[in-house]
């Protein structure tokens, strides 16, 4: 069998190489710590499960749904208002099945083959693959520690702008756990207009900012909507990854074609994941204030503890990530994981995974508890492999 030629821009998928790892780690009976993939171990709401519980046991609710129902959109629009006072209408809003689909397929919408657009590198994986499964060509802008792994459209040659279809905007940052300012989005903003550039903010982790920081909406900024899209997402908000509950929200024309795509290849949300939703972001928010304040707990005891043992590693400002330079002597990041996992059990991401600029680095989930932590850090003091 010939498989399409499409298939040799990809790589191998790092996550299940990854895991692949861990399984025969654990055959073996060594104690594995999982900081790799980011998937939160916080108890998802009652409220919210008891939702897709209630909506599971009618019948009527697990035929297609064909549509957001108009209770979601609504849902949808309330909270913009209310967490972030950002006025929003239905044709502004579109589900998708997680950010991840969502970004995966939104460069079909948009480019045509050959077509540029702007990566952020470091950057998450699915952003890449989404330029590739559309055909266009990537250009990656560095995020850089001297630029506090920032973007810096000032730094974007012209030629390379004025023939750009989109960007991808990713804050707070996965791998790199930088946060944005008002004064950076208004210069993407004024980017985005002058060189009719339309820009895809990735806002994952909005209520996962540290140190007093206030997450926002790329549409909290002046100019924004007229731009740009955002897709919103409640996996690490309301610890549902598993639902992909998703949205993509903002300019109606691009949020319909998006919608017109994904009408080709699905029948709609799960209805009882519609409800799901619904109770998410009509519910109380305790739990998504409680679970960033631990959120930041385990920032500290990973990175303070860390730096402790001889490992100069910065604190995050925001995501359920820490990016981590490579510890001196050593400069491959896949080998420098093997070996981590191997002789200490901790399980991380190489930064090569990330793009072009993430080598030299590894990516810390922040999924386990302060006293695990303390115990990776343990075993890997131990192994003497920071020296």
């Known amino acids: 069998m010939e498989f399409s030629k499409r298939m040799n821009r990809f790589g191998e998928e790092i996550f299940a190489e990854l895991n692949v790892k861990k399984v025969q780690l654990e055959a073996e009976g060594k104690k594995i710590y999982n900081l790799s993939i980011g998937t939160p171990d916080f108890e998802t709401p009652e409220h919210i499960r008891r939702a897709v519980a209630d909506a599971a046991m009618d019948s009527q609710n697990w035929k297609y749904s064909l549509r957001d129902i108009p209770e979601l959109l609504d849902a949808v629009c309330n909270y913009y208002k209310s967490r972030f006072g950002v006025e929003i209408t239905h044709d502004m809003v579109a589900s998708c099945c997680g950010s991840q689909e969502g970004m995966g397929h939104i460069g079909m919408v948009l480019c045509n083959e050959g077509d540029t657009v702007l990566l952020p590198t470091p950057c998450y994986p699915v952003f890449i693959a989404g330029a590739k499964m559309a055909g266009a060509e990537p250009w990656y802008y560095p995020m850089t520690k001297e630029n506090g792994f920032l973007p810096s459209v000032s730094d974007i040659p012209e030629d390379v702008a004025r023939k750009a279809k989109y960007m991808i905007v990713s804050l707070p940052a996965n791998p790199v756990g930088s946060v944005g300012t008002p004064e950076l989005y208004r210069e993407i903003v004024a980017f985005a207009k002058k060189y009719d550039i339309l820009i895809i903010h990735d806002n994952a982790y909005s209520d996962i900012i540290f140190d007093g920081v206030e997450g926002h909406s790329f549409f909290n900024i002046e100019g924004a909507s007229d731009v740009g899209v955002e897709f919103f997402s409640l996996s690490k908000s309301f610890n549902v990854t598993g639902g ?99 002789e200490c059990g901790v399980l991380c991401t190489p930064g090569c995974s990330f793009g072009p600029a993430g080598e030299g680095y590894v990516r810390f989930a922040l999924t386990m508890p302060p006293e695990k932590i303390k115990e990776a850090i343990d075993a890997i003091k131990q192994s003497g492999i920071v020296k």
């Open 244 to 342: 992909r509950i998703s949205f993509l929200v903002g300019r109606p024309d691009v949020v319909g074609a998006f919608r017109k795509l994904r009408s080709q290849i699905d029948f709609g949300m799960f209805l009882p994941l519609q409800y799901a939703a619904i109770a998410a972001l009509t519910g109380p928010l305790d739990t998504v204030k409680e679970q960033n304040r631990l959120y930041q707990q385990r920032r500290d005891t990973l990175c303070n503890g860390l730096r402790a043992i001889g490992w100069d590693v910065p604190n995050s400002s925001g995501s359920m990530f820490v990016w981590a330079p490579l510890p001196s002597g050593y400069t491959d990041s896949m080998a420098f994981c093997m070996k981590l996992v191997e």
